[in-house]
């Protein structure tokens, strides 16, 4: 046996696992608790699959890939956080609105270290606002203390030079990390900005994720090569996601994207994820999840980096039913103590679906649990969260109360499952994660229901399968050098999906999209182009 993959995939409530074989095929898979601090549930996970395989099938394990909350979940609490000296190429031009202007005064306070507005930047026609001041650039840094630097330039993706000399400054006389937006946003100056001081606040927490995942496999004698999974369904090695760490975010829905994708066979479909704390809803396009084409809010930010186009609700397996509703709050990675059908006093809606015949292979005992616990009078919380004891011969109410429970559970679904659709009704629906068992069989708004094999783990098998891939997002010329400037956005591309870790032989343009640009004095065009390919051995 030889080139096994490990794939894992840290969630809000449990951290999945899974192994493939070199054909693809899924020959181990774990579902653990994701513990507080994410790194315990991960090498809990990553025991438990180990333990399916023989020494010899340990050591035929070449690649390990990791989708994390850890980057989400450092912005979210406000923790781990290093101090960012924001410098902004674009004076005297974009001096009216102060970079992080928008950002809550927490977040602002946990992260900036200064920000200054320097001479520098171009106009969308490639002309410079004004020549860069890199004398500017020193008085800022000289007079603030920062564990790394974000440089955002007025329309760096049409030109990236002020950027890219700021970036050679920064770290041949201060040595600390930088950030540049014109590899991590796309068009959007204030959300490109965000972006990137968010990526460099998070260079301390990527450094984290990465010793421990290296420790982790140090420590349990495994030689194979890890990557981090990236927020549009691919993986980049642990050097580009040490320059990268904002694209982790969002990356646990495009891996089950991808997922349900590779597991059910399906290439365009809508996705519905149930995990136990909320729903994850998204389109499949190609194979590959659709994109958002709307700022994305993280932790109060607004940003316009590539994210999955994803709709949660909170619905989840460990949803707390209360007798006067529903949620929105869920007992999480605590629902196999809670829960009615696991001995505990707490009513989810893993106890509501099991009551109305949806039980997930394998728990046919669930149903019996549960009418158990009915009758011995466990508790219902109610909607100011004081617990009724409902005894004995009041199971009929309790029953009654799960029904419901389910009822409005479906209505959610249904009406998620319509926004994301967009009025089309011929596409399938691919149910995925720990709680797909709670969906019923016929939605509408979609063809059918697809259940896959190992649907309960497509997250992690999403992290196992996915490719490489690079991106480049710009400005170019209309006229007769536009086909040219293509090509070179092209290679370029490619070169960014190779050094993300794709093998230079297997690697393929899978996007390319052009769209006009109105009231320039120049005929412009911009281009966007994504790359993509298999991990190099």
């Known amino acids: 046996m030889a080139d096994l993959r490990i794939g894992i995939d840290v969630g809000g409530t449990n951290t999945d696992a899974v192994v493939l074989d070199p054909d693809g095929r899924v020959i181990a898979k774990a579902k653990r608790p994701t513990t507080p601090e994410v790194t315990g549930g991960l090498r809990a996970a990553l025991d438990a699959v180990l333990a399916e395989l023989d020494s010899e099938g340990r050591q035929s394990v070449t690649r390990v890939m990791l989708g994390t909350t850890h980057a989400t979940n450092a912005i979210l609490e406000r923790r781990g956080l290093g101090r960012v000296a924001v410098v902004r190429l674009g004076a005297p031009a974009t001096t009216a609105v102060p970079p992080l202007s928008d950002w809550p005064d927490d977040l602002r306070k946990a992260v900036s270290a200064g920000e200054a507005v320097v001479p520098g930047g171009h106009y969308v026609d490639g002309r410079e606002i004004s020549p860069l001041d890199l004398d500017a650039v020193r008085r800022f840094l000289d007079g603030v203390r920062a564990d790394a630097v974000a440089v955002t330039s007025v329309f760096s993706p049409a030109d990236d030079g002020h950027e890219r000399r700021v970036a050679e400054l920064v770290r041949a006389e201060y040595g600390l990390p930088v950030s540049v937006s014109c590899e991590i946003g796309s068009l959007g100056l204030l959300e490109r900005e965000n972006a990137t001081v968010l990526n460099a606040a998070l260079h301390g927490v990527a450094a984290h994720v990465t010793d421990a995942l290296v420790t982790a496999l140090a420590e349990r004698g495994l030689g194979a090569r890890p990557y981090l999974a990236q927020n549009d369904g691919t993986l980049m090695t642990l050097e580009h996601a040490a320059r990268l760490p904002v694209s982790t975010i969002g990356s646990g829905p495009a891996n089950s994207l991808r997922g349900a994708a590779y597991l059910s066979g399906v290439a365009d479909a809508v996705v519905v994820d149930v995990g136990g704390t909320s729903t994850d809803l998204g389109v499949l396009a190609g194979g590959f999840p659709r994109e958002s084409a709307a700022a994305v809010e993280i932790g109060g930010v607004l940003t316009n980096f590539r994210m999955p186009d994803i709709l949660a609700i909170a619905l989840g397996g460990g949803t707390v039913v209360r007798q006067r509703g529903l949620g929105p709050d869920s007992v999480g990675y605590r629902i196999v103590r809670e829960a009615l059908v696991f001995g505990g006093a707490t009513a989810t809606m893993t106890d509501a679906a099991v ?88 939605i509408p708004g979609v063809s059918r229901v697809i259940r896959p094999e190992h649907a309960e783990v497509a997250n992690a098998v999403g992290a196992a399968i996915a490719l490489a891939s690079g991106r480049v997002d710009t400005i170019l010329p209309a006229g007769d050098s536009r086909a040219a400037a293509i090509e070179s956005a092209k290679e370029e591309a490619r070169a960014r999906a190779v050094a993300a870790g794709a093998d230079p032989a297997g690697v ?30």
């Open 508 to 537: 393929e343009i899978v996007d390319l999209l052009e769209v006009p640009l109105s009231y320039l004095s120049e005929p412009a065009v911009r281009v966007h182009v994504k790359a993509a390919g298999p991990l190099a051995r």
């Open 355 to 442: 009551a109305a015949g949806r039980v997930p292979p394998g728990a046919h005992d669930w149903r019996e649990r549960l009418r158990r616990a009915l009758s011995e009078g466990e508790r219902l919380q109610d909607d100011l969260s004081e617990e009724e004891v409902l005894q004995g011969d009041m199971s009929e109410e309790k029953a009654d109360i799960l029904e419901s429970a389910v009822t409005r559970a479906d209505e959610m679904v249904i009406d998620a499952v319509d926004r994301m659709t967009l009025g089309r009704s011929d596409r399938p629906l691919v149910a995925v994660g720990g709680g797909a068992f709670l969906l019923p069989d016929h």
